[in-house]
C-alpha cells in the first residue's frame, strides 16, 4: 500500500535559520502531494500543496516541489519565525487508494528566539 | 466561508455517557470526514461520507455511529466509550473525492472518557 516517511523530530532551529524537513514517498500511479501543518492545541491546515510532478508549492514562504525520479516532496523555508513552531505532516492521495489522506508519521518543529 | 466548524470544543464524558460531536461546514463541499488522533499522532481515517452516503467506514467499533442529516453537517454519536477513546476528534471535509481535492479540517474535539 501508500506509505509517507518524514524526518522524525524534533527538529529545533533558532529564527532566521533554513529548514528543510524530509519526506518521501511510496504509491503506485500519480498521488496528489500535501503538506499540513498542526498548531498546539489546533486542528490541520493545509500548508501547500502539489498535484503532478515538477510541480512547487508554496505559501507563507514555505516551498516543496513533486519530485517523482526521487519520490520526494521536501518542505523549506529559508527563515523561519517563532510562530512557524508547529507539527508538519506530509500525506499523499492516490486515486489508486480511494483517495485517502495517508499520513506521514509527523515532524515536531520547534523555533527559538 | 472556508472554515469547518466543531462544536463542542472540550468534551469530558463517561463510560456509560451518549455525547455526539458536530460538524458543519458551509463551503459546499460534498465529501466529509471523521479521524482520530491520538497524541503525537497523524490522524487516522474513521468514517468518510460522500454525497451523505457513508462510503468508508475502517473497521472502528459500534460505540461510534455516524451521521450525515443534510450536506453541511456531520455527527458522530457516542456511546458506552473506553478510556482509550481519549483523542482529537477531527471533523475535515472536499469538494469531492478526487486526489487533487485538498481536505479542509476543523479544530477538532478534544473527548477525555473517564
Known amino acids: 500500500g501508500d506509505s509517507v516517511t518524514q524526518m522524525e523530530g524534533p527538529v529545533t532551529l533558532s529564527e532566521e535559520a533554513f529548514l528543510t524537513i524530509n519526506c518521501t514517498y511510496t504509491a503506485t500511479g500519480y498521488p496528489s502531494l500535501f503538506w499540513y501543518v498542526q498548531y498546539p492545541g489546533e486542528g490541520l491546515q493545509l500548508l501547500l500543496k502539489?498535484?503532478?510532478?515538477?510541480d512547487k508549492g508554496s505559501n507563507k514562504g514555505f516551498e516543496a516541489t513533486y519530485r517523482k525520479e526521487t519520490t520526494s516532496f521536501h518542505l523549506e523555508k529559508g527563515s523561519v519565525q517563532v510562530s512557524d513552531s508547529a507539527v508538519y505532516f506530509c500525506a499523499l492521495s492516490n486515486n489508486n487508494a480511494g483517495n485517502m489522506l495517508t499520513f506521514g508519521g509527523g515532524t515536531r518543529l520547534m523555533v527559538k528566539p | 466561508d472556508t472554515e469547518v466548524t466543531q462544536t463542542p470544543k472540550h468534551l469530558v464524558m463517561g463510560m456509560t455517557n451518549k455525547k455526539s460531536l458536530k460538524c458543519e461546514q458551509h463551503m459546499g463541499h460534498r465529501a466529509m470526514y471523521w479521524y482520530k488522533q491520538k497524541a503525537k499522532k497523524p490522524p487516522e481515517l474513521m468514517f468518510v461520507?460522500?454525497?451523505?452516503?457513508?462510503?468508508i467506514n475502517e473497521s472502528v467499533p459500534s460505540r461510534f455511529s455516524p451521521e450525515c442529516p443534510n450536506s453541511s453537517l456531520l455527527n458522530l454519536h457516542l456511546h458506552a466509550l473506553q478510556p482509550e477513546d481519549s483523542a482529537l476528534y477531527l471533523c475535515?471535509?472536499?469538494?469531492?473525492?478526487?486526489?487533487?481535492?485538498?481536505?479542509?479540517f476543523g479544530p477538532g474535539t478534544r473527548l477525555t472518557v473517564l
Open positions: 461520507y460522500s454525497y451523505e452516503k457513508l462510503s
Open positions: 475535515a471535509s472536499s469538494q469531492g473525492r478526487g486526489s487533487y481535492n485538498e481536505q479542509f
Open positions: 502539489a498535484t503532478k510532478a515538477d
